[in-house]
């Protein structure tokens, strides 16, 4: 475990000559609230190492000598808005082996699932659900954070392969670009809708507002506890109390019964100050299902969907890498507007 600048100073060296670089990383998503990096792991021809941003190392030169290179990673997505989100960085070029072996047509995209299939190696995932925040790590978990990347690069390579022989490798550089630009955009949560969880379609505006206020009073909660807020009260039961609330009143019986006196009469109190509120201060119902099509943009979705179907059943890939159904509403309604947003490959194979 790289612990201290000088530890680190050594694999800098390394990855100045390095001629290929993977990369994961752990958070303590499961563990803590809000999460934050808990383990860098770096892998180069001279081997695998770890790297401990919690030991209040310099993470600057790392970042900065890995942008110098392609980093192979493994659904890149979490690791790269983590390393956004935390420190600022952003990669130049990824190659990433879950896109990669979707473009490729396999429906069991999982690491675990690919190490399998083309290096006959078996993945122990005992660790994935640890808390990574806890130090010293077992040596379990070390062997565990070590194996995501040390097997990338010889993965990747059959992968490459693989595209070029089916004319795919386009596709997938150009997908990665995509992915790194779509992790580049700090997500700003929308105010009226993070609260509204699933099943809150169901609720009148009463119990609407009961929804948003207990959502927030858990978010308080979560974050003074350091928990993950589905430790505090599951979405589930959140709905279920505001359904409750706004029916007879009776939440008393769904409140969990680990609630100290502090966090229960918080929850009551959540709940009277939505019941108090005018009907106009109460949230609006979010009109469900999409604007209808006219019958000239049915039939145009209806093409393009016999177009993507066919399309992806020729290469033998998920028609929705092509295009999901949102899009080909979108597309239907507006091509010119609505086609530029595709990748050009995926314009190519819609055209």
Known sequence: MICTDEQL?????????????ALDTEADSLHAYPEKLCLIQV????????????????????????????????????????????????????????LAARLLGHRKFGLADLLKHYLGITLEKGSQKANWAKRPLTERMERYAL???????????RLKHELIEKGRLGWLEESCARLIAD?????????????????SARLDRRGLAVLRELWHWREKEALAANKPP??????????????????????K???????????????FKAVARALALPPDQQPEPVP???????????????????RRDARA??????????????????????WHQHAPDLMSWQRELLA
């Open 9 to 21: 100073s050594d694999l800098l060296e390394e990855l100045r000559s390095a001629q290929w670089v």
């Open 43 to 98: 892998c180069t021809e001279a081997g695998a190492r770890l790297v401990d941003p919690l030991s209040g190392i310099k993470l600057g030169p790392l970042l900065t000598a890995l942008l110098k290179h392609e980093l192979i990673v493994h659904g890149g997505d979490y690791d790269l808005r983590l390393l956004r989100r935390h420190h600022e960085f952003v990669p130049d070029r990824v190659f990433d082996t879950m």
């Open 147 to 157: 194996a995501d990347v040390q097997y990338l690069k010889p993965l990747s390579d």
């Open 183 to 199: 992790c580049a955009q700090p997500k700003t949560p929308n105010a009226d809708s993070a609260w509204r969880l699933k099943g």
């Open 230 to 251: 589905y430790f505090i009260l599951s979405h589930e039961l959140l709905v279920a109390i505001a359904a409750a609330a706004a029916d007879s009143g009776r939440v």
């Open 253 to 267: 019986q769904l409140v969990p019964n680990w609630y100290s006196c502090r966090r229960r009469n918080g929850l």
């Open 288 to 306: 469900q299902g999409s604007i209808a099509l006219n019958d000239g943009e049915r039939a145009r979705f209806e093409e393009l969907k016999r």
């Open 313 to 334: 059943a020729q290469l033998g890939i998920d028609p929705a890498l092509i295009a999901s159904k949102q899009t080909l509403v979108r597309l239907a309604r507006s």
